[in-house]
């Protein structure tokens, strides 16, 4: 888990007056529709600060989703890009036993110590691979981070499975070496 987020969770007694499982429980006794609206409710009926319902509403809404669940989810409708998926988690998690695949709503990070690998499907045909590689130079296939911004610094744009070549497991490898 990111150390940000377990810090915030830790100071939630504190900060909030319950525990992230308290505040589960009332989540589920009520009933919305929508993410804002449960955060809304925290803030005005709780008196939680936005960033903290923020944390809440979205640490309760993931706990009833799966993993498997957010990944099959990400490729509905680009159900053709899965094997790529596939593929890359296959070749990641050989390089070691300290890898954590983490999905997420609209991705799938993979952390070493820090993540050094974001999986995200951009379109119906194309997966963008971010990349962790500090003062890496960008070339015309391994670009600039692009929508990724910080999280990554270089793109590889993936649209089939022969794309998982010998250069791109390189650059993950270097990558999963930078993480540690």
């Given at each position: 888990m990111d150390p940000a987020l377990q810090t915030m969770i830790n100071n939630m007694p504190?900060?909030?007056?319950?525990?992230?499982d308290e505040?589960?429980?009332?989540?589920?006794?009520?009933?919305?529709?929508?993410?804002?609206?449960a955060v809304n409710y925290l803030k005005t009926e709780h008196g939680v600060t936005h960033g903290f319902a923020n944390t809440i509403v979205t640490l309760s809404k993931e706990e009833n989703v799966s993993q498997n669940d957010?990944?099959?989810n990400q490729y509905?409708?680009?159900?053709?890009?899965?094997?790529?998926?596939?593929?890359?988690?296959?070749?990641?998690?050989?390089?070691?036993?300290?890898?954590v695949i983490t999905p997420k709503k609209d991705s799938v990070s993979v952390i070493r110590k820090k993540q050094f690998v974001l999986i995200k499907p951009a379109t119906k045909t194309r997966i963008d691979l971010g990349l962790k590689l500090k003062?890496?130079?960008?070339?015309?296939?391994?670009?600039?981070?692009?929508?990724?911004?910080?999280?990554?610094?270089?793109?590889?744009?993936?649209?089939n499975v022969d794309d998982v070549d010998n250069q791109?497991?390189?650059?993950?490898?270097?990558?999963?070496?930078?993480a540690d």
């Open positions: 504190e900060k909030t007056g319950k525990s992230l505040w589960k429980v009332i989540l589920k006794k009520e009933s919305f529709e929508k993410h804002g609206q957010l990944v099959t509905q409708g680009k159900e053709l890009l899965k094997p790529i998926h596939d593929k890359i988690i296959s070749v990641v998690t050989a390089f070691g036993n300290d890898i003062d890496k130079q960008t070339t015309e296939r391994l670009e600039n981070s692009g929508p990724f911004g910080t999280m990554c610094t270089h793109r590889v744009k993936l649209e791109l497991i390189e650059w993950m490898k270097e990558a999963y070496s930078k």
